[in-house]
Structure formats: structure tokens, C-alpha cells
């Protein structure tokens, strides 16, 4: 499946090898969730590893390992579209953080919408009963 049906299309296409993926990357990672403090809305799912935790708290940005590019990636580098951290929350078991963030720029994912404007966040299909997708384009519920 090509990028544009993998991120545009209506098919379910779940990566059950992501997991796999990351534990074969060479390091040793956690899952990073940012989510809009102000809204609630859940922007994006990474990875972080001691150093990207680092750069987090010391650049007040949210920064993950991403294991496709095996290279510490500080959100909104390149795009501008930066995910200023307010407060970072650690569960229970200590094995993933939640930033909670306030969005510095057009949005938070990487892909556009049809307008060609960045999405908020990277949640912007729901699973129908009928098992495909459906592009949700009204605001996150707050």
C-alpha cells in the first residue's frame, strides 16, 4: 500500500509489526503520548528514549526517537509546527510519559488535510462498523 492510500485512503491498514519494528531499532524506548493540554485531543503516539526525555525537559518541546530514522527528533524542527511542553506525566509503571502540550504552529501531524492545512493531530480517521475509515473533520469534542 502506497503513503498517500496508507495515510489518505479508507482501507484499514493496521502495522501489527510496528512494535517489532521499534524493539529492533537499537534502543531502548518507552511510548511518548502528546496530547493538547488545552483540548484534550490525543496529537501524536512516539517514542522516547533517555536522551529525547532529555532534550524534552530542557528545550520545553515534545521530543521523541523516531525509530524510522533511528535519530532523535524534536517535534516541529523542520515543519515549525512545534508542541510546547507545559507539564510531563509519568504512569504508573513508570514505562511511558504523556506530554501534555500546547501546539506552536499549524498542527501537529505531518500529513494535510484537504484544504492543504496541517491536521491538529494525527487522529483524524474513525474505525466504522463496516471496518473502513472515515475522515473526521469537525473539531476534537472538548
Not at 536522551?51 to 524534552?56: D, F, G, K, N
Not at 515543519?79 to 511511558?96: A, K, M, P, T, Y
Not at 500546547?102 to 488535510?113: I, L, Q, S, V
Request: charged fraction near 25%.
Amino acid at each position: 500500500m502506497d503513503h498517500q492510500e496508507l495515510e489518505e485512503g479508507e482501507t484499514l491498514a493496521l502495522d501489527f509489526t510496528k512494535l517489532k519494528k521499534v524493539a529492533s531499532c537499537g534502543e531502548d524506548l518507552i511510548p511518548a503520548v502528546a496530547q493538547d493540554i488545552d483540548t484534550g485531543e490525543v496529537l501524536i503516539v512516539g517514542y522516547a528514549n533517555e536522551l529525547a526525555l532529555q532534550t524534552a525537559r530542557a528545550e520545553k518541546m515534545a521530543t521523541f526517537w523516531s525509530t524510522s530514522r533511528n535519530e532523535l527528533w524534536i517535534k516541529g524542527k523542520t515543519s515549525g509546527d512545534f508542541l510546547e511542553i507545559h507539564e510531563i506525566r509519568v504512569n504508573c509503571e513508570q514505562n511511558s510519559v504523556l506530554y501534555r502540550v500546547r501546539p506552536k504552529g499549524k498542527g501537529a501531524c505531518h500529513t494535510k488535510d484537504s484544504t492543504g492545512q496541517a491536521r491538529s493531530g494525527c487522529y483524524y480517521r474513525v474505525l466504522q462498523g463496516n471496518g473502513t475509515l472515515r475522515h473526521e473533520n469537525l473539531p476534537f469534542p472538548t
